[in-house]
């Protein structure tokens, strides 16, 4: 596609409840990245993908997250047992390779909202 | 660890006027890009500017400049001109050029710019 894709646009969910992010990234986009924006802060970094693989699985918070990717395309970030914590936009990027000289293009997130 | 401070939560300028706005960051890295990302309602962030830390002219993109101070590791945004699309969230961020984690951005928290007409 033109750009990185992400669905839903929002999603409000019960708190114990798990739910399902997706990213939809640049045709032929390696690499692929998810983010954490909570309210009055940076982006905080998630996780990695280059291929379907995930070198970096670093930044995610606890047990209750985790992503996967397929066919070098999609990925689905998966948190469960939400908690009002993980209230946040989750932005994915993606990029043509991982080295530094690749420019990220972002999606427009999802904003979770946890009651 | 590198960390990036942002410490104006929120600035405002008149149309047609310049605001700069500030960044500094920690590292021990010799080799690293620096960036200004722009996120207005829609969520989306959009690149505004780059800079290679290795080249010492600063780098600049139409109205959009920036002070690269190496030394003094501050990296400050100049906004010439200022037009009602310009407000939005904007994020100071930075990346490392060595091979290890060369992938991953450091955020700071960002700067609220409001435009007045």
């Known amino acids: 596609g033109a750009g990185v894709s992400q669905s839903p646009s929002n999603k409000v969910t019960e708190k114990g409840k798990d739910v399902e992010l997706r990213c939809d990234p640049i045709s032929g986009h390696t690499a692929l990245y998810w983010y954490r924006q909570r309210l009055g802060q940076g982006l905080e970094f998630l996780i990695y993908f280059q291929g379907n693989s995930a070198p970096d699985k670093s930044g995610l918070p606890s047990d209750r997250f985790s992503a996967e990717r397929t066919g070098e395309s999609v990925s689905t970030l998966t948190i469960q047992r939400t908690q009002q914590e993980d209230s946040a936009v989750y932005l994915c990027a993606s990029s043509l390779g991982s080295g530094v000289g690749y420019g990220y293009t972002f999606g427009s997130g999802t904003r979770l909202t946890v009651v | 660890a590198q960390t990036v401070t942002q410490s104006q939560p929120e600035m405002s300028v008149q149309e047609a006027e310049t605001v700069t706005l500030s960044c500094t960051y920690d590292t021990s890295e010799s080799d690293y890009y620096l960036f200004w990302y722009k996120q207005p309602p829609s969520r989306q962030m959009i690149l505004v500017i780059r800079q290679e830390a290795y080249k010492q002219q600063n780098a600049t993109e139409n109205r959009f400049s920036v002070n690269f101070q190496k030394a003094a590791k501050s990296f400050s945004l100049k906004i010439s001109d200022s037009q009602l699309g310009d407000a939005a969230m904007y994020f100071c961020?930075?990346?490392?050029?060595?091979?290890?984690?060369?992938?991953?951005?450091?955020f700071g928290k960002g700067t609220l710019l409001t435009v007045n007409p």
């Open positions: 961020a930075y990346r490392s050029a060595n091979g290890g984690s060369n992938y991953k951005l450091t």
